[in-house]
Nanobody, 123 residues
Framework: QVQLVESGGGLVQAGGSLRLSCAAS????????MGWFRQAPGKERNFVAA????????YYAESVKGRFTISRDNAKNTVYLQMNSLKPEDTATYYC????????????????WGQGTQVTVSS
């Protein structure tokens, strides 16, 4: 049974920072790519960032490039999303996910999902 548990969300003012964590269990975490997605109410789930199995390759949505950093610690079975210079438009529920076969940006390519953590950025 794969389990992903996100944490670190909250309320922050515009320009502030948050660090999200996603702890994984039930899989050989270090074998798989991981991704972060976000979904605002009434909107589709959008790609934010992805990292390959080793952490050596990452890529980002254009909207967060230069502000967000994805990283992982395979010894701790945890992936992180450092979010700086937050904007009100970053407000959403953030989800982490495992991609067992690819290193992609499409939500339907991901196999397992966490329950999400809410990020709210006030103006």
């Amino acid at each position: 049974q794969v389990q992903l548990v996100e944490s670190g969300g909250g309320l922050v003012q515009a320009g502030g920072s948050l660090r999200l964590s996603c702890a994984a269990s039930g899989r050989t975490f270090s074998s798989y790519a991981m991704g972060w997605f976000r979904q605002a109410p009434g909107k589709e789930r959008n790609f934010v960032a992805a990292i390959n199995w080793s952490g050596g390759n990452t890529y980002y949505a254009e909207s967060v490039k230069g502000r967000f950093t994805i990283s992982r610690d395979n010894a701790k079975n945890t992936v992180y999303l450092q979010m700086n210079s937050l904007k009100p438009e970053d407000t959403a529920t953030y989800y982490c996910a495992i991609d067992e076969r690819r290193f992609g940006s499409n939500w339907y390519e991901y196999d397992y999902w966490g329950q999400g953590t809410q990020v709210t950025v006030s103006s």
